[in-house]
Protein backbone atom coordinates (compact mmCIF):
# COMPACT_ATOMS: atom_id res chain seq x y z
CA UNK A 1 0.00 0.00 0.00
CA UNK A 2 0.89 3.05 -0.39
CA UNK A 3 1.58 5.46 2.57
CA UNK A 4 1.07 9.25 2.95
CA UNK A 5 2.52 11.69 5.29
CA UNK A 6 1.42 15.00 6.00
CA UNK A 7 3.48 17.34 7.90
CA UNK A 8 2.89 19.08 10.49
CA UNK A 9 0.67 17.23 12.28
CA UNK A 10 -1.08 20.01 13.46
CA UNK A 11 -0.15 24.02 13.96
CA UNK A 12 -1.10 27.34 15.18
CA UNK A 13 -1.53 30.16 12.81
CA UNK A 14 -3.03 33.70 12.86
CA UNK A 15 -5.61 35.27 10.54
CA UNK A 16 -3.42 36.65 7.28
CA UNK A 17 -0.30 34.16 7.38
CA UNK A 18 0.98 32.22 4.71
CA UNK A 19 0.35 28.38 5.72
CA UNK A 20 1.97 25.25 4.09
CA UNK A 21 1.24 21.77 4.76
CA UNK A 22 3.43 19.17 3.11
CA UNK A 23 2.45 15.40 1.96
CA UNK A 24 4.67 12.81 1.18
CA UNK A 25 4.06 9.24 -0.94
CA UNK A 26 5.61 6.13 -0.35
CA UNK A 27 6.08 5.90 -3.50
CA UNK A 28 5.70 7.27 -6.98
CA UNK A 29 2.09 8.74 -7.42
CA UNK A 30 2.62 10.97 -10.53
CA UNK A 31 0.24 14.31 -10.29
CA UNK A 32 -2.69 11.77 -8.26
CA UNK A 33 -2.97 13.59 -5.13
CA UNK A 34 -5.58 15.28 -3.93
CA UNK A 35 -6.53 18.11 -1.02
CA UNK A 36 -9.57 17.92 1.63
CA UNK A 37 -10.56 20.45 4.03
CA UNK A 38 -12.33 19.37 6.69
CA UNK A 39 -14.27 20.85 9.48
CA UNK A 40 -15.43 18.97 12.62
CA UNK A 41 -18.84 17.52 12.43
CA UNK A 42 -18.74 17.99 8.52
CA UNK A 43 -18.14 15.90 5.24
CA UNK A 44 -14.76 16.66 3.75
CA UNK A 45 -14.68 19.06 0.65
CA UNK A 46 -12.27 18.62 -2.14
CA UNK A 47 -10.07 21.77 -2.73
CA UNK A 48 -7.36 20.53 -4.93
CA UNK A 49 -6.95 17.21 -7.10
CA UNK A 50 -4.97 16.25 -9.17
CA UNK A 51 -2.06 18.14 -7.54
CA UNK A 52 -2.25 21.49 -8.64
CA UNK A 53 -6.07 21.81 -9.88
CA UNK A 54 -8.29 24.22 -8.10
CA UNK A 55 -11.95 22.77 -7.26
CA UNK A 56 -14.40 24.87 -8.83
CA UNK A 57 -15.58 27.56 -6.22
CA UNK A 58 -12.50 26.98 -4.07
CA UNK A 59 -10.98 30.28 -3.07
CA UNK A 60 -7.54 31.13 -4.91
CA UNK A 61 -5.94 31.13 -1.78
CA UNK A 62 -5.82 27.98 -1.64
CA UNK A 63 -2.80 26.53 -4.19
CA UNK A 64 -1.24 23.00 -4.68
CA UNK A 65 2.21 21.51 -6.20
CA UNK A 66 4.23 18.84 -6.55
CA UNK A 67 4.54 15.66 -8.59
CA UNK A 68 6.23 12.07 -8.00
CA UNK A 69 6.14 11.85 -4.45
CA UNK A 70 6.51 15.26 -2.60
CA UNK A 71 3.50 17.41 -2.58
CA UNK A 72 2.71 20.97 -1.29
CA UNK A 73 -0.52 22.84 -0.24
CA UNK A 74 -0.42 26.47 0.59
CA UNK A 75 -3.23 28.70 1.97
CA UNK A 76 -1.71 32.28 1.08
CA UNK A 77 -3.56 34.17 3.36
CA UNK A 78 -5.49 32.21 6.41
CA UNK A 79 -8.79 33.63 6.90
CA UNK A 80 -10.99 32.31 9.87
CA UNK A 81 -13.28 29.91 7.62
CA UNK A 82 -9.68 27.95 7.02
CA UNK A 83 -9.42 26.67 10.37
CA UNK A 84 -10.09 22.99 9.96
CA UNK A 85 -8.36 19.65 8.91
CA UNK A 86 -6.87 19.50 5.88
CA UNK A 87 -5.80 15.83 4.50
CA UNK A 88 -4.03 14.37 1.63
CA UNK A 89 -5.08 11.71 -0.49
CA UNK A 90 -3.56 9.44 -3.32
CA UNK A 91 -5.43 8.25 -6.02
CA UNK A 92 -2.90 6.56 -8.17
CA UNK A 93 -3.88 2.72 -6.96
CA UNK A 94 -5.56 0.81 -5.04
CA UNK A 95 -6.06 0.77 -1.65
CA UNK A 96 -6.65 4.59 -1.72
CA UNK A 97 -4.49 6.25 1.08
CA UNK A 98 -5.31 9.15 3.05
CA UNK A 99 -2.46 11.66 5.08
CA UNK A 100 -3.06 11.29 8.56
CA UNK A 101 -4.22 15.26 8.42
CA UNK A 102 -3.04 18.51 9.80
CA UNK A 103 -5.27 20.59 12.26
CA UNK A 104 -5.00 23.67 11.67
CA UNK A 105 -5.62 25.88 14.38
CA UNK A 106 -5.72 29.88 15.47
CA UNK A 107 -2.76 30.87 17.34
CA UNK B 1 -26.11 20.72 -7.38
CA UNK B 2 -25.85 16.77 -6.57
CA UNK B 3 -26.66 15.46 -3.77
CA UNK B 4 -25.80 12.09 -1.77
CA UNK B 5 -27.95 11.38 1.10
CA UNK B 6 -26.63 8.11 3.57
CA UNK B 7 -28.62 6.02 5.77
CA UNK B 8 -28.82 2.72 7.61
CA UNK B 9 -26.10 3.33 10.25
CA UNK B 10 -26.76 2.57 13.95
CA UNK B 11 -25.85 0.41 16.97
CA UNK B 12 -24.90 -3.17 16.37
CA UNK B 13 -23.22 -6.09 18.38
CA UNK B 14 -20.30 -7.53 17.40
CA UNK B 15 -20.73 -9.79 15.32
CA UNK B 16 -23.82 -8.58 13.74
CA UNK B 17 -24.72 -7.15 10.19
CA UNK B 18 -26.32 -3.52 8.74
CA UNK B 19 -26.88 -2.38 5.38
CA UNK B 20 -25.81 1.21 4.65
CA UNK B 21 -27.54 2.89 1.64
CA UNK B 22 -26.77 6.26 0.07
CA UNK B 23 -29.09 7.81 -2.55
CA UNK B 24 -27.82 10.22 -5.04
CA UNK B 25 -29.82 12.80 -6.91
CA UNK B 26 -29.07 16.14 -8.92
CA UNK B 27 -26.76 14.10 -11.24
CA UNK B 28 -26.37 11.22 -13.73
CA UNK B 29 -25.75 8.22 -11.35
CA UNK B 30 -24.66 5.78 -13.82
CA UNK B 31 -22.13 8.09 -14.95
CA UNK B 32 -19.91 7.87 -11.89
CA UNK B 33 -18.01 5.97 -9.61
CA UNK B 34 -18.34 5.70 -6.42
CA UNK B 35 -16.08 4.91 -2.87
CA UNK B 36 -17.20 4.43 1.05
CA UNK B 37 -14.60 6.33 2.85
CA UNK B 38 -15.18 6.18 7.18
CA UNK B 39 -13.98 8.16 9.93
CA UNK B 40 -13.33 6.80 13.26
CA UNK B 41 -14.09 9.03 16.29
CA UNK B 42 -11.70 11.75 16.37
CA UNK B 43 -9.40 10.06 13.68
CA UNK B 44 -8.60 10.57 10.11
CA UNK B 45 -10.19 9.35 6.83
CA UNK B 46 -10.27 5.16 5.22
CA UNK B 47 -11.37 4.62 2.25
CA UNK B 48 -12.95 1.55 2.65
CA UNK B 49 -14.03 0.46 -0.87
CA UNK B 50 -14.99 1.65 -4.83
CA UNK B 51 -17.46 0.32 -7.26
CA UNK B 52 -17.06 1.62 -11.06
CA UNK B 53 -20.18 2.98 -12.51
CA UNK B 54 -20.88 0.17 -14.59
CA UNK B 55 -20.96 -1.76 -11.29
CA UNK B 56 -18.29 -4.44 -12.62
CA UNK B 57 -15.14 -3.28 -11.05
CA UNK B 58 -14.85 -3.31 -6.94
CA UNK B 59 -12.42 -2.83 -4.71
CA UNK B 60 -11.79 -3.25 -1.10
CA UNK B 61 -9.59 -2.11 1.77
CA UNK B 62 -8.10 -5.20 3.39
CA UNK B 63 -9.49 -3.81 6.68
CA UNK B 64 -12.91 -5.07 5.36
CA UNK B 65 -12.49 -7.41 2.35
CA UNK B 66 -14.32 -10.44 2.81
CA UNK B 67 -16.72 -8.97 5.33
CA UNK B 68 -18.12 -5.77 3.32
CA UNK B 69 -19.98 -6.05 0.20
CA UNK B 70 -20.23 -3.04 -2.41
CA UNK B 71 -23.28 -2.64 -4.64
CA UNK B 72 -25.01 -0.14 -6.75
CA UNK B 73 -28.40 0.05 -8.64
CA UNK B 74 -28.28 2.39 -11.48
CA UNK B 75 -32.55 2.42 -11.72
CA UNK B 76 -32.10 3.37 -8.02
CA UNK B 77 -29.51 6.28 -8.03
CA UNK B 78 -28.62 4.07 -4.99
CA UNK B 79 -25.32 2.56 -3.39
CA UNK B 80 -24.95 0.45 -0.88
CA UNK B 81 -22.65 -1.16 1.72
CA UNK B 82 -23.45 -4.64 3.38
CA UNK B 83 -21.35 -4.88 6.01
CA UNK B 84 -21.54 -8.58 7.92
CA UNK B 85 -19.47 -9.55 10.75
CA UNK B 86 -18.96 -6.21 12.35
CA UNK B 87 -16.45 -5.65 14.78
CA UNK B 88 -15.53 -2.65 17.58
CA UNK B 89 -12.46 -1.02 15.40
CA UNK B 90 -16.08 -1.01 12.35
CA UNK B 91 -17.32 2.06 14.55
CA UNK B 92 -17.32 4.72 12.51
CA UNK B 93 -18.62 7.71 10.78
CA UNK B 94 -19.23 6.32 6.92
CA UNK B 95 -19.32 8.43 3.98
CA UNK B 96 -20.28 7.80 0.18
CA UNK B 97 -18.46 9.91 -2.08
CA UNK B 98 -18.42 10.46 -5.67
CA UNK B 99 -15.54 10.35 -8.11
CA UNK B 100 -15.14 12.94 -10.61
CA UNK B 101 -11.77 12.19 -11.87
CA UNK B 102 -9.01 9.88 -10.72
CA UNK B 103 -10.24 9.09 -7.45
CA UNK B 104 -10.63 12.50 -5.94
CA UNK B 105 -14.13 13.23 -4.41
CA UNK B 106 -16.16 16.10 -5.10
CA UNK B 107 -19.67 15.56 -3.70
CA UNK B 108 -19.83 13.49 -0.38
CA UNK B 109 -22.78 12.55 1.79
CA UNK B 110 -23.23 13.57 5.57
CA UNK B 111 -22.37 10.63 7.07
CA UNK B 112 -24.27 7.75 9.10
CA UNK B 113 -22.85 6.64 12.08
CA UNK B 114 -22.34 2.83 12.48
CA UNK B 115 -21.43 2.02 16.55
CA UNK B 116 -20.52 -1.68 16.74
CA UNK B 117 -20.84 -2.50 20.91
CA UNK B 118 -21.41 -5.27 23.42
Known amino acids: DIQMTQSPSSLSASVGDRVTITCRAS??????LNWYQQIPGKAPKILIY???NLQSGVPSRFSGSGSGTDFTLIISSLQPEDFATYYC?????????FGGGTKVEIK | QGQLVESGGGLVRPGGSLRLSCAAS????????LSWIRQAPGKGLEWISY????????HYADSVQGRFTISRDNAKSSLYLQMNSLRVDDTAVYYC???????????WGQGTLVAVSS
Open chain 2, 97 to 107: AREFVEMAHDY
Open chain 2, 26 to 33: GFSFSDYS
Open chain 2, 51 to 58: INNGGNTI
Open chain 1, 27 to 32: QYIRSF
Open chain 1, 50 to 52: GAS
Open chain 1, 89 to 97: QQGYGTPVT
